[in-house]
């Protein structure tokens, strides 16, 4: 397995979930990495993304304010702080290594590795 998200689960409307995405050294290259959502019957959808170089993040206006997308490098590690969790929150979570250099890190389709998801619930 090339990457591994893990960290979902099920959480009340205003808490909180930490994801992480665990990768090795060779799958943790490329230009960066990002976070997908998937809810039932809806496309995937972007939520954040990192750069390798110069660190920017980047995130959907949906989640801005509320996540924080972060990495450990020694660890060749991706986190999704996900704070302030709404219902709509609600779907499968996606991390993806970036494997073109295009610079629009909300396009799925750059994206040339991805993890097998993990299920964030959250409840009203």
């Known amino acids: 397995v090339q990457l591994q998200a893990s960290g979902g689960g099920s959480v009340q409307a205003g808490g909180s979930v930490r994801l992480s995405c665990a990768a090795s050294?060779?799958?943790?290259?490329?230009?960066?990495m990002g976070w997908f959502r998937q809810a039932p019957g809806k496309e995937r959808e972007f939520v954040a993304a990192?750069?390798?170089?110069?660190?920017?993040?980047y995130y959907a206006d949906s989640v801005k304010g509320r996540f924080t997308i972060s990495r450990d490098g020694a660890k060749n590690t991706v986190y999704l702080q996900m704070n302030s969790l709404k219902p709509e929150d609600t779907a499968v979570y996606y991390c993806a290594v970036r494997t073109n250099a295009n610079s629009d890190s909300s396009i799925a389709r750059w994206y040339g590795v991805w993890g097998q998801g993990t299920q964030v619930t959250v409840s009203s």
């Open positions: 050294r060779r799958t943790f290259s490329g230009y960066g």
């Open positions: 990192i750069r390798w170089s110069g660190g920017n993040t």
